[in-house]
């Protein structure tokens, strides 16, 4: 198992940009694909961003396209994500999660290991 822990979040305008992190503990988690998830409040969580093992391919979310930047330091056991031009849509509690399996890096159901999320407030 590997442990968690989300950062980064906090309240910002429209256009502004965040810096999120998602340090990992316990197993290591080189081996794995990473991701982002969001959820807002009444609705499921869904999928922000992934990135491979290597670092050397990454999936978005038609949404955050061209304004979110995944990546990961395994030295540090750490992934990111790079947040720009934030909308008030982006509005939500940002998790972490370690891909366990599957062929759908989209699908929540083949995480595991979520952190306790972090806390992104857009105002407009």
């Known amino acids: 198992q590997v442990q968690l822990v989300e950062s980064g979040g906090g309240l910002v305008q429209t256009g502004d940009s965040l810096r999120l992190s998602c340090a990992a503990s316990?197993?290591?988690?080189?081996?794995?694909?990473m991701a982002w998830f969001r959820q807002a409040p009444g609705k499921e969580r869904e999928f922000v961003a992934a990135i491979n093992w290597s670092g050397g391919t990454t999936y978005y979310a038609d949404s955050v396209k061209g304004r979110f930047t995944i990546s990961r330091d395994n030295a540090e056991n750490t992934v990111y994500l790079q947040m720009n031009s934030l909308k008030p849509e982006d509005t939500a509690v940002y998790y972490c999660?370690?891909?366990?399996?599957?062929?759908?890096?989209?699908?929540?159901?083949?995480?595991?290991?979520w952190g306790q999320g972090t806390q992104v407030t857009v105002s407009s």
């Open positions: 316990g197993r290591t988690f080189s081996p794995y694909t």
């Open positions: 999660g370690r891909h366990i399996g599957g062929i759908d890096y989209r699908d929540l159901h083949n995480y595991n290991d």
